[in-house]
């Protein structure tokens, strides 16, 4: 069974362009949720969707951040107009319905903006 | 607010030496406790986790970590450092919701 698939692992992007982060929640979750590293700090929650639905965003930023987890295909995290402070790691985690206590963690996306 | 404090930015032990990394949080309600380790440009891995039940659990890679609610506190321990152990390692807690609450982290360096 594989994990939660994040891609790319890797981003650069420069100041003012686009960054679209990819997750892929483990087979059977249709809950997933973003959380940001930034440099010497621990994780901070982002966002929680489920299939088709935003059910907590009160950790996004409120300009030039969206999310979303449609019917089909993986959740997608956007920024966009990069700009250097969203340098960061950005992890994807997911869980089963009612299970939200017990997420498990992709191996993250590592956004650099030059 | 909900907080959890790893006081200890840095730790340095030397291989075979026993570890303790502190934990402390802050909550209203019965939490949820874990610990996870991050190596190098690696994600998470979960190391344990306390949801109820004996306050000592026992993790993977020969961690245990200890619940103690007087202290609010949620340490982590392993009696003898092997090299790879060196990472960064997190705390975190949720109050049985989605919302975990991370620390920022203990980073831990082995001497060989």
């Known amino acids: 069974n594989a994990g939660v698939m994040q891609n790319p692992r890797h981003l650069v992007r420069r100041r003012g362009q686009e960054a679209r982060l990819r997750c892929s929640p483990m087979?059977?979750?249709?809950?997933v949720y973003w959380y940001r590293q930034l440099p010497e700090e621990g994780l901070k929650f982002m966002v929680y969707?489920?299939?088709?639905?935003?059910?907590?965003e009160s950790g996004m930023p409120k300009e030039r951040f969206s999310a979303e987890f449609p019917k089909e295909g993986p959740s997608i995290l956007r920024i966009q107009q990069v700009v250097r402070g969203d340098s960061a790691a950005y992890f994807c985690?997911?869980?089963?319905?009612?299970?939200?206590?017990?997420?498990?963690f992709g191996p993250g996306t590592r956004l650099l903006v030059l | 607010a909900q907080s959890v404090t790893q006081p200890d930015i840095h730790i340095t032990v030397s291989e075979g030496a026993s570890l303790e990394l502190r934990c402390n949080y802050s909550?209203?309600?019965?939490?949820?406790l874990f610990w996870y380790v991050q190596s190098p440009g690696q994600g998470l891995q979960l190391l344990l986790k306390?949801?109820?039940?004996?306050?000592l659990v026992q993790g993977i890679k020969g961690f245990e970590a200890e619940f103690k609610r007087s202290q609010s506190s949620f340490n982590l321990r392993k009696p003898s450092v092997h090299w790879s152990d060196a990472a960064e390692y997190f705390c975190?807690?949720?109050?049985?919701?989605?919302?975990?609450?991370f620390g920022t982290g203990t980073r831990l360096k082995v001497l060989a």
């Open positions: 975190a807690v949720t109050s049985g919701t989605y919302k975990y609450i």
């Open positions: 985690a997911s869980s089963l319905p009612g299970q939200g206590e017990t997420q498990y």
């Open positions: 969707l489920q299939k088709e639905n935003i059910i907590d």
């Open positions: 909550y209203g309600a019965t939490p949820y």
């Open positions: 087979k059977g979750h249709s809950h």
């Open positions: 306390y949801f109820s039940g004996d306050t």
